[in-house]
């Protein structure tokens, strides 16, 4: 019996050109640090902080814990949707990696699934870590199952709507003004945005703004989803809506060099 010991030239098929691409941007992540702080640091940190918020913020009625962590929820996916997919993005289309990439076998739209589905891992993490530190720390959730699948919901409509926005600015920006401009955008969001703070508790001119952006817009129904059990059709609604311009405006003006 003889082995045919040929070379056979070409490319590898789509799914194992992704599969490749995924597993390259997980391991780029997990050798940025402050990526990893980031994403996961600075909302475990901010979850524990929340058993005593309620004596420095004012979250309304309600145990500080059950108020905050559907925020730090949202926060997890706006920091690996947004500010990692930005930055990591932007430098690699200064250094011509996006070009490199671009000109090889992998399709455009399999490095944009690649990039995708490392996003989808990292967040699965970061929900799974922090719904757990959550419980330990006394969070109950109201509603049954019926929470976690808005949380899915949510999540996807979320990363939609960030992700769009993060290669938006990674795009038509250069690299360190990218950097700049998402770390900017995630502190504002994160301070005032409607995230970690019920609306409610906003001055009243400023609460119809925060609705519609994505952070309040997220922030709102992550707590509907864990308070009640249900979301209403306006936050969705207004992640829908950001996402499909995001994704417009990205597909119109994002420069691969």
Known sequence: MSLDLSPRP????????VAAQTRM??????????????????????????????????????????????????????STSFTSVAIATGFERRYGVLKRLGASPLPRWGLLAGKSAAVVVVELVQLLVLACVALLLG??????????????????????????????????????ATLAVANLVYVLLLVGGGLLVPLSRYPDGAQGLLALLPSGALGE???????????????????????????????????WE
Do not use: C, H, K, Y
């Open 10 to 17: 070409g490319a590898a098929s789509t799914s194992a050109m």
């Open 221 to 255: 129904g992550m707590r509907s989803a864990f308070e009640g059990g249900t979301v209403d059709l306006l936050p969705l609604a207004v992640l829908a809506a950001w996402a499909a311009v995001g994704t417009a405006l990205t597909a119109r003006t994002f420069r």
């Open 139 to 176: 969070w109950d959730p109201a509603g049954g199952v019926a929470p976690w699948a808005w949380l899915v919901l949510l999540a996807v409509l979320g990363t939609a709507a960030f992700g769009s926005l993060g290669l938006l600015i990674a795009g038509t920006l250069r690299a360190e």
């Open 25 to 78: 941007e997980l391991r780029l992540l997990a050798r940025n640090g402050e990526q990893l702080l980031i994403t996961l640091v600075i909302p475990l940190l901010l979850l524990v902080a929340g058993t005593r918020s309620g004596r420095v913020v004012d979250l309304g009625a309600g145990r500080p814990i059950d108020i905050v962590t559907p925020g730090v929820l949202g926060l997890a996916v706006l």
